[in-house]
């Protein structure tokens, strides 16, 4: 277990800090919107690499948009892009689909194996809080497996801007060595580990590690999130 430790990690993490969207609640349960409107699931994919091109964009060009409009403006612009009429009725239930995502079927086992292996949880999310009605995670059921739940909309930069991840750092109290980010996007894992985190990729359908020498690499690289909890149990506890 010390060899374990040594090789890639130093210290156990005081804390776990877990993205949102597609980590945990499954876009793919939009896919029937896309199906209707576009006549093809698979604009889903297209719409969403916009969705995290354009967040990217507006945090580099010093603007900010909040998570669920950009995604709404995305669609519309989406249909124009296939020549497809997009409803004010579409885009409304898109907003509505965003806010009622489930979990991933592995989600709720794997936090319960970190949560009882006394892992302390977090989450950190593009999405902005919901002052009219619940958060995402408390519409998927998932809620009260976090002790605090962050969000960007806190300093109005998206993921990976470094001051997301300082932000929950600092709030916490410990340093950026000691937390330990959970994500399915390598943008996501290379942000956190570039600004002090060590981090873990679960690969979601349509996400893989980046095998580039210069980049931070995943600590721990697993294909859900029970596994993933499983190795951190093995190296912590």
């Keep these: 277990m010390a060899d374990d430790k040594?090789?890639?990690?130093?210290?156990?993490?005081?804390?776990?800090?877990?993205?949102?969207n597609e980590t945990l609640i499954d876009f793919e349960?939009?896919?029937?919107?896309?199906?209707?409107?576009?006549?093809?699931r698979r604009v889903l994919r297209e719409w969403l690499g916009h969705l995290?091109?354009?967040?990217?964009?507006?945090?580099?060009?010093?603007?900010?948009?909040?998570?669920?409009?950009?995604?709404q403006g995305l669609l519309q612009m989406v249909g124009d892009i296939h020549g497809v009429e997009v409803k004010p009725s579409d885009v409304e239930e898109l907003r509505t689909g965003m806010l009622t995502m489930p979990a991933h079927p592995d989600v709720e086992p794997g936090l319960r194996q970190l949560k009882d292996a006394g892992f302390r949880l977090v989450t950190l999310t593009n999405s902005p809080p919901n002052p009219k009605g619940k958060s995402p995670l408390e519409h998927a059921g998932i809620a009260s497996f976090f002790e605090r739940q962050f969000t960007i909309d806190t300093v109005r930069a998206y993921k990976p801007a470094p001051q997301v991840y300082h932000m929950v750092?600092?709030?916490?109290?410990?340093?950026?060595?000691?937390?330990?980010?959970?994500?399915?996007h390598v943008w996501?894992?290379?942000?956190a580990q570039s600004n002090g985190y060590t981090a873990g990729l679960v690969t979601r359908p349509g996400n893989a590690p980046l095998p580039v020498r210069s980049l931070p690499q995943p600590n721990i690289v697993a294909p859900d999130l029970p596994a993933l909890a499983s190795e951190l149990i093995r190296i912590w506890r």
């Design 29 to 40: 349960s939009l896919g029937p919107l896309f199906e209707r409107v576009f006549g093809d």
């Design 188 to 191: 996501d894992t290379v942000g």
């Design 6 to 20: 040594a090789q890639w990690i130093g210290e156990e993490p005081s804390v776990l800090v877990f993205d949102v």
């Design 52 to 71: 995290i091109m354009y967040s990217m964009t507006i945090t580099l060009s010093g603007l900010y948009e909040e998570y669920f409009t950009l995604g």
């Design 169 to 184: 750092a600092q709030d916490l109290g410990v340093p950026a060595f000691s937390c330990f980010m959970v994500a399915a």
